[in-house]
């Protein structure tokens, strides 16, 4: 299995018990209970820019972008989100793409808690929440993905922005957030700089 991707493909690799082991993202423990966003189709659909994760040595972080969409389905209105991932490498954009459902819809809104799909061919088999929006805005969202398996967990987190490029003090108040939620992952900034064109839509 090849899981040189973004976001889609490591979570895909690591789950399905690959060859491969994450390098800072593979840890022991148990996953940390967060606190979700709400989300809503027009805060959290489109296009956002990965400038800070945890860092891989299985992943390039190298013009990481991703194309998130959320659409309900009109069966027990559950919410799907699918998540378009693309990065650079050897002169051409790589994609994957990762889906996502909330199994427990509120009817206060979007909780943007979700079992993201790990199977490429099924439904996830239980429906504990493993991805999380923990925070989005205008300009600004910190995605969580967590899962356990055995005594280890997977670790992951990305800051995404709408724009290719945000100033170092803002980035470090997304960590902060980061922080405040129990999460102390170790993230490095992902290259942003002389990134060829990409497509508008997928």
């Known amino acids: 299995m090849n899981s040189r991707s973004s976001v889609g493909c490591l979570i895909l690799a690591v789950i399905v018990l690959s060859d491969h082991v994450t ?14 966003a709400k989300v809503t189709e027009e ?16 992943t390039y972080e190298k013009c990481n972008y991703d194309d998130y969409t959320l659409s309900p389905s009109t069966f027990r209105q559950i919410w799907f989100l699918k998540i378009n991932s693309s990065f650079y490498s050897e002169g051409r954009y790589a994609h994957s793409i990762a889906k996502a459902l909330q199994p427990h819809p509120s009817r206060f809104g979007i909780s943007a808690s979700f079992v993201l799909d790990t199977t490429w061919a099924r439904a996830p088999a239980n429906d504990e929440p493993n991805f999380f929006v923990l925070y989005v805005d205008n300009r600004f969202a910190i995605v969580y993905f967590c899962e356990e398996f055995g005594r280890m967990k997977l670790d992951l987190a990305w800051i995404m922005s709408r724009d290719r490029k945000a100033k170092k003090a803002e980035l470090d108040d997304m960590e902060t957030i980061l922080h405040a939620h129990g999460l102390h992952p170790k993230m490095v900034d992902v290259d942003q700089e002389n990134c060829p064109p990409q497509d508008s839509t997928r």
């Open 23 to 36: 390098e800072g993202a593979v840890l022991p423990g148990q996953c940390v209970r967060v606190s979700p």
């Open 43 to 58: 805060n959290i659909s489109g296009r956002w820019y990965e400038l800070r994760r945890v860092h891989s040595s299985e």
